[in-house]
């Protein structure tokens, strides 16, 4: 049994920073590509980063510049560093992993989704 376990969401005002965490836990052989998205509400879920083991990143052009995307490889684990926060920024955040449990077996995982609110 693998789960992502989030943390870091809450409130802040536009301009403020935060650092969302995300740690895969369970039976793991190897980590492939993490990510975050996020879903605001009444539209779909949207890439906001995501990093490979290797450490290649993507950014959604909304984000470029102001939120980073990084990863521990030793301990499962992703953050994306949100800075320079604007309301449209608001969301529910969710993290995801493309997890190995064996050199045979890889399932795709969802984190449960962490708040985020930024107000003006």
């Known amino acids: 049994q693998v789960q992502l376990v989030e943390s870091g969401g809450g409130l802040v005002q536009a301009g403020e920073s935060l650092r969302l965490s995300c740690a895969a836990a369970?039976?793991?052989?190897?980590?492939?590509?993490m990510g975050w998205y996020r879903q605001a509400p009444g539209k779909q879920r949207e890439l906001v980063a995501r990093?490979?083991?290797?450490?290649?990143?993507n950014y959604a052009d909304s984000v470029k510049g102001r939120f980073t995307i990084s990863r521990d490889n030793a301990k499962n684990t992703v953050y994306l560093q949100m800075n320079s926060m604007k309301p449209e920024d608001t969301a529910v955040y969710y993290c995801?992993?493309?997890?190995?449990?064996?050199?045979?077996?890889?399932?795709?995982?969802w984190g449960q989704g962490t708040q985020v609110t930024v107000s003006s």
């Open positions: 995801n992993a493309d997890i190995w449990s064996s050199r045979w077996h890889s399932n795709n995982y």
């Open positions: 369970g039976s793991i052989f190897s980590v492939n590509v």
């Open positions: 990093i490979t083991s290797q450490h290649v990143t």
